[in-house]
C-alpha cells in the first residue's frame, strides 16, 4: 500500500503550488477591483465627464454636487452589493466538496482545495475527480468526461490512465497520483468560460430584455430634449448636464443592486431553514417552480432503513440468503449505498471463513454488482451477485442449488413473492451464486447462469409528516412527481401511505418505447416513473420543461445527476455524492420537503420584493422623467436643473433599499409567478400615462395659481415628483387596498419617512441657495401634498382595473 506524502511534504508543497482553486486573488484585491468596476457603468463615466464639463465652464457648484452624488451612489451600491457576495460565499462554505487521500499511511477526508501535487487520492462511484493526475491502480474504474470533451459516454480508467479535474466517476473504484491542481488543470480554462458563458435563468433573460427596452427608451428622449433645448432654449452645456441627468432619472440603475440585496437576503433566510444556496440567480427559478421531480428515499421516507426479512423464492426464512447478502455488502467498496449499510449493521452474521478475492463494481447499466470470496471451509470460490431483482432473474439459470433448473412454475412463484414484498413496501434486493474458476481477474461477463437464491427486503417507512407537506406544495401551486429507480409496487405502496395522489404510472421499459411526443403527453398524465435509469430521467425533465414548466429535481446519487443539472432547479443534499452536489443549485442540509416548501415561500418573496421595484422604476419614476422632457419644450427655463435631478434620484434610490425587507403578502406566495416583459411594458404605458397626467396638473397649478419663476417652479416640482415616486410604493407593493389588507415593513416606512425628510429639510432649510430652490409656503406645501393624494388614490383605482384586465 502506499503510503502517500507525509505532512511535512504536504507544507512544502503547499507554500510552492498554493491552493487547489481557480481563485488565487487576494480578499482586498477582490474588494479594490469591485469598487473600480462600479466606475465602468457607462452612465457614472457620462456624470463625471458632465462634472468635468461643468467645471471647466465655471460652475463649481455643480461640479461638487455631481461628484458628491457619485459617490454616495457608488459607495451604496458597492458596500451592498458586496456584503451580500461574501454572506453568499460564507453560506456555500458549509458544502464543501471533499476527497479521500491518504496521508503518513492514513487514510483522511479533507477538502478538494487542500490537496497538492504527490497527493494520493481514493476514487469511487459518486466521487469527482478533485484534480488532474494519473491513476495507479483500478477496478471497472469509469469517469466521464463531459465537462471537457462533452462526450456523454462514461471512458475506462485502466492504471496509468490519465484523469482530469472535473470528470464524475461513474463506477468502480481506483486510487490516483494527483501530477496538477489549481489553475495549471485542463479543466481552469473551462471554469473560465462557463463563467464567462453563464447560462442565463429565464428571470435573468426577462430583465435583460426589461433592461434594452429602457436603455432604447432612454437613449431616444434624452436625444430628443438635448436636440431641442440646445436649438431653441438654453446653453449647451445647461442642455447637455439636464439630458444627461434626465438618463440618470429614467434608468433603474439600482435594479442590479436591489436584485442582488433581494437574493442575499432570500440566501440567508433559506440558510435558516436549511437551504443553502449555491447559486443566487437560481432563487428566482425556485420561487418560479410548478414541478418537483424527486426520488422517494429519504424525501417521502424516514431514510431509516433496516433489513426485516430474508427469504428464499418462495417467501421461506433463509439463512444462506442472509449469509450470501452480509458477504456481497461487507466485501462492496464502491459508492455508500443505505442498503449495504443496513446489512451490515444486521447482528448475527460474519464474514468468518471468508476472504475477498475480487469484486465487480455496481453500474447503472446493469443495475447489479457482485464480489468474489474464497470459502476456506469447502476451499472453493464463489461469485455472490446482488442487485435489482429483475436483472437477477435475467442471469439466473437454476434456483437454490446448480442442480435445481428455473423452470417457468418457480419462475412465477419467485415473481409472486417478489410482488408481495412490494405490495407491503419493502424495498428488495435479489442475490444470487455460483461457484467459480480461478482466475487473474474477474469481469461482468462471468455473471451468467447464476443460482438464484431468494431476496433480501428494507423497510423504509413513509414520513408521517410529509402528508403536510405535500398538501402545502399543493396549496403552492407544485405538482409532485415521483421518479424513482425503484419497483412500481413499493413506489406506489409509499405514495398510498403519504396521500400523494397518483394519477398515474409509466415504468422505465415503458417509456423506452415511446416517441418523444408520447412522452410530452404521458408526463403530464403520470405522477410515478419507476425503475428508470439516468437517461430517462433527463428525457422526463426536458418533455416537462419543454411543456413549459419551471421544473425542480431534488436527488442524490450518481444517476440523478444529469437530471439535477438539466432542471430549472436543481436540488441536492449535504449527504449526497459528491457529483450530485456538484450539479445542484441548492443543497438541502436535511432530506426534507418541508425545508424544500420553505425555499420555494422565500423564493417567491424575493421574487415580489424584485418586482415592487420594478413597477416603482416603471410607474411616477417614469411619468416624471416623460414630463419633465415634454415640459422643457414649452418652458422659459428648465423644470429642474441637473443637480436638482441628481439629488431627487439620489434620495429616491436610498428609499429603495429598504424594499428587499419589506412584508409581502401571502397571496403572492401561493401561484408560481414569472416575469413578462409584455406585462412591464403594459405596466409602464399605463402608469406612466397617469402618472404625467398629475405632473401636468402640477405644472399648472405652479405656472397659473402660485405665479412660480424658475427657482420657486423648481422646488415645488422637486418636491411634488419626489413624493409622488418614494410614496407609490405602498400602492404597486399589494394587489390589494393598500390602506386595508396589506401592512409595509417598519423598515420601509422608515426609509421612505427619513428621505421624505431630508427632500423637504433641502427645500426649506437654507440648504435651498446651494440647489437654486426658492422658498415654498406652507400653503403651496399644502397644496402640492393634496396633488400627490390625489395621484397615490387614482393609482390604486387604476391598479385594479389593471389587474383586472390582466386575469
Not at 400615462?689 to 401636468?696: E, P, R
Request: aromatic share 10%; with cysteine.
Amino acid at each position: 500500500m502506499i503510503n502517500g506524502l507525509s505532512a511535512a511534504e504536504v507544507k512544502r508543497l503547499r507554500l510552492r503550488y498554493g491552493l487547489n482553486t481557480f481563485d488565487t486573488s487576494v480578499h482586498k484585491s477582490r474588494a479594490l477591483l469591485a469598487l473600480l468596476a462600479r466606475f465602468k457603468n457607462p452612465l457614472v463615466v457620462i456624470l463625471l465627464i458632465a462634472a468635468t464639463l461643468s467645471l471647466f465652464f465655471g460652475d463649481k457648484a455643480s461640479f461638487f454636487i455631481i461628484v458628491i452624488i457619485i459617490g454616495l451612489s457608488v459607495s451604496l451600491d458597492f458596500i451592498n452589493t458586496y456584503r451580500s457576495e461574501q454572506a453568499a460565499e460564507a453560506l456555500k462554505s458549509k458544502v464543501l466538496v471533499t476527497a479521500t487521500v491518504r496521508r503518513d499511511g492514513q487514510e483522511h477526508m479533507i477538502p478538494v482545495s487542500q490537496l497538492v501535487p504527490g497527493d494520493i487520492v481514493l476514487l469511487n462511484a459518486g466521487k469527482i475527480v478533485p484534480s488532474d493526475g494519473v491513476i495507479i491502480e483500478g477496478k471497472d474504474l469509469y469517469c466521464n468526461e463531459s465537462s471537457l470533451t462533452g462526450e456523454s459516454f462514461p471512458q475506462a480508467k485502466p492504471a496509468n490512465a490519465d484523469v482530469y479535474m472535473g470528470s464524475a466517476v461513474m463506477s468502480g473504484t481506483g486510487t490516483m497520483r494527483v501530477t496538477t491542481i489549481g489553475p495549471s488543470t485542463k479543466f481552469a480554462h473551462i471554469v473560465q468560460d462557463l463563467q464567462s458563458k453563464h447560462v442565463p435563468t429565464e428571470f435573468e433573460r426577462e430583465i435583460k430584455d426589461f433592461s434594452v427596452l429602457i436603455v432604447r427608451i432612454t437613449f431616444v428622449l434624452v436625444i430628443f430634449v438635448f436636440g431641442i433645448n440646445a436649438l431653441v432654449h438654453h446653453s449647451l452645456l445647461e442642455s447637455l448636464l439636464f439630458s444627461l441627468a434626465l438618463a440618470v432619472g429614467l434608468t433603474p440603475e439600482l435594479l442590479p443592486l436591489i436584485i442582488t440585496l433581494n437574493l442575499t437576503k432570500g440566501s440567508l433566510s433559506m440558510a435558516k431553514h436549511g437551504v443553502i444556496v449555491k447559486q443566487l440567480s437560481a432563487i428566482q427559478n425556485f420561487g418560479s417552480m410548478d414541478t418537483l421531480c424527486t426520488d422517494k428515499t429519504g424525501t417521502l421516507t424516514e431514510n431509516r432503513i433496516v433489513l426485516v426479512k430474508y427469504v428464499d423464492g418462495q417467501g421461506i426464512v433463509s439463512d444462506k440468503v442472509l449469509e450470501l447478502g452480509y458477504l456481497a455488502s461487507v466485501y462492496s467498496t464502491g459508492f455508500d449505498n443505505p442498503l449495504d449499510s443496513a446489512v451490515r449493521s444486521f447482528k448475527g452474521v460474519s464474514n468468518h471463513g471468508f476472504e475477498k478475492v475480487d469484486e465487480i463494481p455496481f453500474d447503472f447499466v446493469r443495475r447489479r454488482e457482485a464480489v468474489v470470496v474464497h470459502d476456506h471451509n469447502k476451499k472453493q470460490r464463489i461469485l455472490i451477485v446482488k442487485g435489482a431483482p429483475e436483472e437477477i432473474l435475467k442471469i439466473s439459470s437454476s434456483y437454490l442449488k446448480a442442480s435445481q433448473k428455473l423452470t417457468k412454475k418457480t419462475l412465477d412463484q419467485v415473481q409472486a413473492t417478489y410482488d408481495q414484498l412490494s405490495q407491503n413496501g419493502f424495498r428488495v434486493l435479489a442475490v444470487a451464486f455460483k461457484n467459480i474458476a480461478t482466475e487473474k481477474r474477474y469481469e461482468p461477463s462471468d455473471e451468467n447462469e447464476v443460482c438464484f437464491a431468494g431476496f433480501l427486503a428494507f423497510l423504509d417507512p413513509a414520513k408521517e409528516s410529509v402528508a403536510d407537506t405535500l398538501t402545502l406544495l399543493k396549496q403552492l401551486g407544485i405538482n409532485i412527481k415521483v421518479i424513482t429507480g425503484d419497483n412500481v409496487l413499493v413506489s406506489v405502496k409509499i405514495a398510498d401511505d403519504i396521500g400523494l395522489g397518483v394519477v398515474g404510472i409509466k415504468t422505465g421499459l415503458e417509456l423506452s418505447k415511446m416517441s418523444d411526443k408520447q412522452v410530452a403527453l404521458a408526463v403530464e398524465r403520470t405522477t410515478i416513473f419507476a425503475r428508470v435509469d439516468p437517461e430517462q430521467k433527463l428525457r422526463i425533465i426536458k418533455a416537462l420543461q419543454k411543456n413549459k414548466h419551471v421544473v425542480g429535481y431534488m436527488g442524490d446519487g450518481v444517476n440523478d445527476a444529469p437530471a439535477i443539472h438539466a432542471a430549472d432547479v436543481g436540488i441536492s443534499v449535504n449527504n449526497a455524492v459528491d457529483v450530485a452536489k456538484d450539479s445542484a443549485d441548492f443543497i438541502l442540509l436535511h432530506k426534507s420537503l418541508h425545508e424544500l416548501a420553505e425555499g420555494v415561500v422565500e423564493g417567491r418573496r424575493t421574487f415580489a420584493n424584485t418586482m415592487k421595484y420594478l413597477r416603482m422604476s416603471l410607474s411616477s419614476n417614469f411619468g416624471n422623467m416623460f414630463s419633465m422632457a415634454g415640459a422643457s419644450l414649452f418652458l422659459p427655463f428648465l423644470p429642474m436643473l441637473a443637480t436638482q435631478i441628481l439629488l431627487n434620484n439620489l434620495l429616491y434610490d436610498s428609499s429603495q433599499f429598504a424594499i428587499p425587507l419589506d412584508n409581502v403578502d401571502d397571496a403572492e406566495v401561493y401561484i408560481p409567478r414569472k416575469l413578462g416583459i409584455a406585462e412591464l411594458k403594459r405596466f409602464m404605458w399605463s402608469y406612466g400615462i397617469l402618472s404625467s397626467v398629475f405632473d401636468f396638473i402640477t405644472f399648472g397649478i405652479l405656472l397659473f395659481a402660485f405665479r412660480a419663476d424658475q427657482s420657486l417652479f423648481q422646488a415645488g416640482w422637486f418636491i411634488e415628483s419626489f413624493l409622488s415616486q418614494v410614496l407609490v410604493v405602498y400602492v404597486i407593493r399589494t394587489y390589494f387596498y393598500a390602506a386595508k389588507h396589506s401592512l409595509p415593513s417598519p423598515v420601509l416606512v422608515l426609509g421612505t419617512f427619513l428621505t421624505s425628510v431630508v427632500a423637504f429639510a433641502v427645500v426649506m432649510l437654507p440648504l435651498r441657495s446651494l440647489f437654486h430652490f426658492a422658498a415654498l409656503s406652507i400653503y403651496q406645501i399644502s397644496i402640492l401634498t393634496l396633488v400627490v393624494a390625489g395621484y397615490l388614490a387614482s393609482t390604486e383605482l387604476l391598479k385594479h382595473w389593471f389587474y383586472r384586465r390582466q386575469t
